[in-house]
């Protein structure tokens, strides 16, 4: 397949910014009403807020980058999955930490990543909860502040931190594992923190914590983002035993297509 001729990567991540925030202004109206809660076929819940982000998402996107693969959760739970990617990709994903948004604590986000020879290469994380975007690209990681209306209405750059010792680990708050205490209980005195959906990356980005250990269940559109915006902020991703970790994996032994192997994120 031919991959088309793609604008320049300020300009990818200025378009991913405003789809990112018409979809979380979305996300913010259903959050507060008395939405209901269907279940998918992988027992995650589901809500008219993933459904509705995602279109206003998706249809952003192939009216702007006409010929680029996008690839959605919620497109793919009902079978829409794309027969082949080209060497550019992007991967949606519109509501993340969904648990956390029913839940109402707040750690949900809007998640949209250009994957560019198998590698998260733009990125951008919106919580609109919290009224924060966060932003990468090669080269540059901006943390925004955002208005109650869905607007920027700051922006910083942000950085990875050296790793501080004992470090600060942040988890899952919805799907710990005995992989992951285990993996926690190895650095004594360390601070753990419970975080919700791509925020765990974002806080890596921004030198707020120094490891994220997912011993556990994801998938590539729950981390593609969330990745970019901390490669771009100095910080990797690898698997468990230090290999890359790359994006656009297609079916492999009993498992579905854009499934995560376990990983290790870490700051600067
Ligand atoms: N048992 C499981 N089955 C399917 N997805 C799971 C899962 N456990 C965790 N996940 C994934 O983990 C994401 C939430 O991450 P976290 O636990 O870090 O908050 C979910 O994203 P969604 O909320 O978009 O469905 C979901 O994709
Ligand atoms: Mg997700």
Not at 123 to 131: F, L
């Amino acid at each position: 397949m031919t991959t088309p001729v793609l604008p320049s990567d300020s300009e990818i991540l200025t378009l991913f910014e405003e789809l990112a925030l018409d979809a979380g202004r979305a996300v913010m109206a259903v959050y507060a009403t008395d939405f209901d809660t269907a279940t998918k076929a992988d027992a995650s819940p589901v809500t008219e807020a993933d459904q509705s982000a995602e279109a206003i998402i998706l249809t952003g996107l192939r009216a702007r980058l006409p010929g680029v693969v996008c690839v959605a959760e919620e497109e793919v739970a009902e079978g829409l999955v794309p027969a082949a990617l080209g060497s550019a990709f992007i991967l949606v994903d519109p509501l993340d930490g969904t648990k956390e948004f029913v839940g109402r604590k707040g750690d949900f986000t809007v998640n949209i990543a250009l994957v560019r020879d198998g590698l998260p290469a733009i990125g951008v994380v919106h919580a609109p909860a919290r009224n924060t975007l966060y932003a990468g690209r090669p080269g540059t990681a901006t943390i925004a502040d955002v208005s109650p209306q869905g607007e920027i209405v700051g922006r910083r750059p942000m950085a990875a931190r050296p790793a501080a010792s004992p470090p600060r680990i942040v988890a899952s708050r919805s799907h710990r594992t005995p992989e992951t205490d285990a993996f926690i209980d190895r650095h004594p005195g360390a601070e753990t923190v419970a975080v919700g959906s791509s925020l765990k990356f974002c806080l890596l980005a921004n030198g707020e914590a120094d490891l994220y250990p997912r011993f556990g269940r994801t998938m590539e559109w729950d981390t593609a983002a969330g990745d970019a915006v901390l490669r771009a902020a100095g910080g990797s991703t690898t698997l468990v035993n230090g290999g890359a970790f790359v994006y656009g994996k297609r079916r492999q032994a009993n498992d579905v297509d854009f499934a995560n192997p376990w990983f290790i994120a870490r700051g600067a």
